[in-house]
């Protein structure tokens, strides 16, 4: 994965299009900023996380998991799940 998106972003120049990437929490929140800090580190303009592993396919998303994600690369990470309505949009954001 990794390879495809760095040979995208070199193909393409950064100014012209973004190049993102969509990923879901991994087993671990340390497997999955270490994804996401490669993903960075390979040209992606930003990150959409879904917020729950594969496994929790009905519970609520990890708030928690994405603040700790933000903090730990500086390409916009963007919260995916549970988003229904517009106020459940703002709470999100507040969280």
């Known amino acids: 994965m990794f390879s495809c998106v760095r ?5 393409i120049p950064s100014n ?5 990437v969509k990923v879901r929490l991994l ?11 490669q993903l ?3 040209g ?3 990150i959409t996380v879904h917020a729950r592993t594969a496994a ?4 609520p998303i990890d708030t928690k998991a994405l603040r700790i994600l933000k ?9 995916n799940g549970d988003v229904f309505s517009l106020r ?6 507040e969280s």
């Open 71 to 79: 903090d730990h690369v500086s390409i916009p990470i963007i919260a």
């Open 40 to 42: 960075e580190k390979c």
């Open 7 to 11: 040979e995208l972003r070199n193909t």
């Open 88 to 93: 459940d949009a703002d709470r999100l954001y």
């Open 16 to 20: 012209d299009f973004t190049v993102s």
């Open 56 to 59: 929790q396919k009905h519970e």
């Open 44 to 46: 992606v303009s930003f």
């Open 27 to 37: 087993g671990s929140i340390e497997k999955t900023i270490h994804l996401c800090q």
